[in-house]
């Protein structure tokens, strides 16, 4: 029996979080568009990795990831890779640029794949403009932002492609965001609920409107070491409905899983981390730091992460100032005896000689935060580019913040996931990105409704 092949497009990809997920689910991703130069070339990365997984040459893929070898050489050996692996990454700012420009490109890689149709679009715009952080530190409350309305071009494939399904991910901010007077959730529903052809959004728009929050997903109950908590909405083409009736379930069925593992314990730091070497400030590797060390029994989470990885990438640590440094020390001690987290009011009592030269010292107490071993990370933000206050490492002899791997550990991505770039911008890809193993989740339970409707063949 011939597999079913289906096909979706992540629109404001970033380095390919959704897409990741979606390609674990065995559907295939067959355009990226993303406006930073260094998460397209991270999402081309991964399409080579996919494409020679597919040829079975992962052998190729990791003289890469040792650092062996070049993506020329790659390219050498299989010609046709380049233009193929060039065509489903669409460097692209959205609202910028021709909409019918992207929509050619996306057009031209489902020739190549095959296919006739796409089935499921993905994205979510810039979550900045609702993120509470951010309001909370813009004195307009980003009311002015111009990316409030990015969604409107997402609206627009997503109406020209027709796809059987979408996914529209955001941060729970969006709720509560404002601008012009009105609410931009509002408006959004408005807008989804106009489409033609017409979609219905699972569950209904009515339900949402009266508990918004019930459409939040946290990645902790998912098998991701780590809370984030993202509003996750699924819409199906209206005349899906009569060939499908249970399609109307999967929303609940994600939150009946959701429930049952909030009653379980998580993924913890530990499980996520506690294998990788241990570094100091400034130790470590930006590319390829080499093969995994012997150690104790691996955790499940460890075990799956690591697979077909030829090791360990993207794990250096800061450079910290020694102020920062002693700062760190106070911290985890208070965190590892057992007072709990403390606050940045805390080491001003108790340390006053600590106290760091902020200006406003009254907001954002938990601006240094302690990254429990016994529980999931707090939220990875794209801020971890910036300084690693918020992601310190709970062993006090490494005394340092998160790495890039660690973060990525917390995000579920798989080992032999590489990021490109510099290692700030390796952060922000990291921080701004949906974890893997949520989006896997949400692209299981879609699969499986788009089988029932178009069978093993499509």
Known sequence: ??????????????????????????IDVIADVEMNNWACQTLQTRHIYYELKEMKNLRLYNEYLRGAISLDRIYQEYPELKERVSSKVVRATLGAEETSTILRQIEASLRRHEGTQVHVVLGGPPCQPYSVIGRARDPNRMENDDRHYLYRHYLEILQNLEPSFFVYENVPGLFTAETDGGRIFDRLLEDFSALNPPYEIIPPLESIRTNPRGYVLDSANFGVPQHRKRLILIGYKRTLGARNPSIVTIFKRLQEKSLRASKQEGVTVEDAISDLPALRAGEGEDRFYGPYPLGPALSSFQRRIRRSSPGILNHRARTHMASDLDRYRFFIERHNNGSGDALLRDLMAQRPDLIPNHANLKDFQDRFKVQGWKSPSSTITAHISKDGHYYIHPDIDQCRSFTVREAARCQSFPDNFKFEGPRTEQFRQVGNAVPPRLAYHVAKAIRGELVKIYGTQC
């Not at 011939?2 to 689910?25: I, K």
């Open 1 to 26: 029996m011939t597999p079913a092949r289906f096909f979706a497009v992540d629109l404001f990809a970033g380095c390919g979080g959704l897409s990741e997920g979606f390609r674990q689910s065995g």
